[in-house]
């Protein structure tokens, strides 16, 4: 909130002068969306803005009559319950009509509970429904607390892996879920009222998952939906687990992590931190989130992220939203321009790839993952990608081979993070040197024929954002199937330190 009834949400700074600006159509819904959920009233520094907060909620209340418009749709309701509930317990003095509005919500939302979209939104359906049970009294609040907590009964055990990630396979939206499980225990702390005891153990394991996916910087990486400043840092769940008396006390076991149920695979060697994507796009009857980025991968060195996925910065039903889904904005193999999973809609998957993990192993010199995805058996000759990583203390080799048969064109993407500079040095080698100081970091080299040629382009950490890079295209061609192609990203000759 910039100021008295302005705000900027995804990058987009606006303003509600009437009525109207509550459900305006000059603004894209998740702009809206943000509007309604008063996310503001809990912000760290949200206390110097109350005044403006507690108009924020008398306009709110005087001009979005009960179900009409974009505010009083499920989701936004969810989390503006929530977000109310929060500010009101910490002492503030509530708004003219807000208990009652806040009654008036919960009716409503009760009647229409997210089934048939689930996922996340059926999860803070249900949390904002135990919320209002917590705050209020009486038979009423008492039937929406158990609605609510049946319904995290049933989904926390359902949309939970057994590795502890979320079911959406987005690092971004597994930390939503993370700070909504952690929300429920305080609000039962807050009441004096007690909670599940399998809720502490199971934020362990979603904890312990965070810790192994994030980059050295301390963030997440970009796979499926994900950008920066949606949910909270990693780290500021990690202190708020801390101060609930639910933190993570292990650290990330081991070189190599195998996260199987939700597909990914941390390896981690010298200065290097590699995450590889080799599951599933998601749950099957909920791929909206999903992006065709299967057996893409994000690389580390000394802290500074190099390899990086193209990100995510519009949910809008447009060419950007298509191209961040895609598999050529992810550092992978496409075929004949398809992608890996079949991408539709802004939510949509049709026929998605199937990956398996066929080798991982931690060697005394060199750790190795090998998984093959049939997402590609849809196109003539029946073709499948198997990509092989091999990193050890000095380099990342990575081997590609598309079996099937028939000819086909093959490209290979690698995007490099904006801090990086890529130069071609010869027809099958690029220098990668850093943005600021122009010193050599690493060096890629290309073994696979074709063509090997840098291009402009985009990375979207987050919403409403893009920023330059670069990306190295390994363009083979139209070539006959099976085909081999391998590159290495070797650091052995830094000169200097990252």
Not at 215 to 237: K, L, R, S, T, Y
Request: with cysteine; net charge negative.
């Amino acid at each position: 909130m910039t100021g008295s009834m302005e705000f900027c949400f995804l990058g987009e700074t606006g303003r509600v002068d009437n009525a109207e600006d509550w459900n305006s159509s000059g603004r894209a819904k998740l702009w809206l969306y943000n509007l309604h959920y008063f996310a503001d009233l809990n912000a760290e520094d949200g206390g110097s803005r109350n005044q403006w907060h507690t108009e924020y909620i008398r306009r709110w209340i005087a001009e979005n009559p009960p179900g009409e418009g974009v505010g009083w749709e499920p989701y936004p309701t969810s989390l503006r319950m929530v977000n109310w509930i929060k500010w009101a317990v910490q002492g503030n003095s509530p708004a003219g009509g807000m208990a009652d509005s806040l009654a008036v919500q919960a009716k409503w939302l009760e009647k229409r509970l997210e089934y048939h979209l689930l996922g996340n939104h059926l999860l803070a359906n249900a949390k904002a429904l135990v919320a209002g049970g917590l705050f209020f009294r009486g038979d009423e609040a008492r039937r929406w607390y158990k609605t609510g907590m049946n319904l995290l009964e049933s989904q926390l055990r359902e949309q939970v892996l057994e590795d502890g990630g979320h079911f959406e396979r987005s690092p971004m939206y597994h930390l939503i879920v993370l700070e909504d499980l952690l929300d429920l225990i305080n609000f039962h702390q807050v009441y004096g009222v007690s909670w599940p005891a399998w809720w502490a153990a199971l934020a362990e394991k979603m904890l312990g998952w965070s810790r192994a996916m994030r980059h050295p910087d301390g963030g997440i990486p970009f796979f499926n939906d994900a950008a920066f400043g949606i949910a909270p840092e990693p780290g500021e769940v990690d202190e708020y687990a801390a101060r609930l008396g639910t933190g993570c006390h292990q650290g990330i076991e081991g070189r190599v992590v195998h996260m199987e149920q939700s597909g990914y695979v941390r390896l981690e060697r010298g200065p290097a931190v590699l995450l590889a994507d080799v599951g599933s796009v998601g749950p099957d009857y909920l791929p909206g989130h999903a992006h065709a980025d299967t057996l893409c991968f994000e690389l580390s060195l000394q802290g500074q992220r190099i390899c990086v996925n193209s990100g995510t910065s519009t949910y809008e039903p447009d060419a950007l939203r298509n191209f961040q889904r895609s598999t050529r904005a992810h550092n992978t193999a496409a075929l004949d321009g398809a992608d890996s999973s079949e991408i539709w809609g802004a939510f949509r998957v049709a026929r998605r790839a199937r990956a398996v993990v066929e080798t991982l192993q931690a060697g005394n010199d060199e750790d190795e993952l090998s998984t093959t995805h049939d997402g590609y058996r849809r196109l003539p000759g029946r073709p499948e990608h198997r990509r092989t990583w091999r990193l050890n203390s000095s380099g990342l080799r990575i081997d590609d081979e598309i079996a099937g048969a028939g000819v086909h064109l093959v490209e290979i993407f690698l995007h490099f993070h904006p801090g990086i500079v890529a130069e071609t040095d010869g027809d099958d080698r690029i220098k990668l040197l850093d943005n600021e100081t122009g010193g050599f970091l690493v060096e890629v080299r290309w073994n696979g024929g074709g063509e090997m040629y840098l291009e402009d382009g985009f990375w979207y950490p987050e919403f409403g954002k893009s920023v330059l890079n670069q990306c190295c295209i390994f363009r083979l061609g139209a070539v006959e199937l099976p085909v081999k192609a391998s590159f290495v990203i070797d650091w052995t000759e830094t000169e200097v330190k990252l």
